[in-house]
């Protein structure tokens, strides 16, 4: 087992982040990819699918690279 890191996040958090703006984009192609790749259960993957939709109609602002390039 590998200790926990503050630092760098782990492959499963940047896996949850994409899933995350997946869900914000309404990106069903990037959700599927992640999912696939991270191994994260389906439930889960919805679940931050469905949190980074729930952003987008809040008004919050997307913290992906490919928006804050455009920022
Ligand atoms: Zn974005």
New binding site residues.
Partial sequence: MKHLSTKTPSAREVALTKLR?AG??ADAAAFTQTYIEARVSYAVAKEMFRAGAMQRERGVR???????AVQ
């Fill in positions: 703006v914000y984009h997307c913290d992906c690279n490919d928006c804050k």
